[in-house]
């Protein structure tokens, strides 16, 4: 079991490195992969990374096995083989991994634990997803495990396993309930955080290795905050 970071170069947090993968606890403001906003990716940090520990000439293989989204933190998974990241890929897509997620609401959800079913429909343009009770046009089944593992002054912290891997899936369900996740603006949280990022933590992974088929128990540590401490 990883639970804690084994190496903090190249404002890497690295939790798991090995011949074919390695594995990265996300900062807020990270983008896992490029995109139009031109900003440089976590994939490329890492590459840089391997590359000048392992004194490797030329391009280095990296592949993006999943994402986060860039206000979210925790843990990343990136295949350093193509064998690797085709066996993972297919972990991912089957759902043979274990996903434990943490999230901070303001709002208690009226049950202390509950599972959530929703029909997610993406919207492009704006970028956002809806959940709806019952299924529409073009939507996708969503499912997630939630309880509430701590209460605060103001605030809740909720445990979350997700059953599905929907487009922003958990911001967009416990928005459904009622329950935005701090600093969550998109999904009705009503003001921002200081870093503009929000609190929702991919905590916990559980997966079997592509190589050695072993399990791999990953357990991300989250942000040096005054909230996430008291969870």
């Known amino acids: 079991m990883s639970n804690k970071i084994i190496s903090n170069k190249n404002n890497l947090q690295i939790l798991h490195e090995d011949n074919h993968l390695i594995v990265v606890n996300k900062r807020v403001g990270d983008i896992v992969q490029g995109d139009k906003t031109g900003d440089k990716p976590l994939s490329d940090v890492v590459k840089e990374y391997i590359k000048d520990k392992y004194n490797k000439p030329g391009e280095v293989f990296l592949g993006v096995v999943h994402r986060l989204d860039r206000p979210t933190t925790g843990i990343v998974v990136f295949a350093r083989t193509s064998k690797a990241l085709t066996r993972m890929n297919e972990l991912f897509s089957q759902r043979e991994t274990q996903k434990t997620y943490w999230a901070v609401v303001k709002n208690r959800p009226s049950k202390n634990e509950d599972t959530l079913i929703h029909y997610i429909k993406r919207n492009e343009k704006n970028n956002t ?103």
């Open 129 to 231: 997803s809806k959940a709806h009770v019952k299924e529409v046009p073009d939507s996708k089944l969503a499912s997630l495990e939630y309880k509430i593992i701590k209460e605060l002054d103001n605030y809740y912290g909720l445990e979350i396993q997700l059953h599905t891997g929907r487009h922003h899936q958990i911001r967009a369900q416990l928005s459904a309930i009622g329950s935005p996740i701090k600093g969550d603006l998109k999904y009705g949280f009503d003001r921002s955080n200081p870093d503009g990022g929000i609190h929702l933590h991919a905590r916990k992974l559980v997966f079997i290795h592509p190589v050695s088929k072993e399990e791999i128990t990953i357990i991300a540590p989250t942000p040096d905050e005054v909230i996430w401490k008291a969870i």
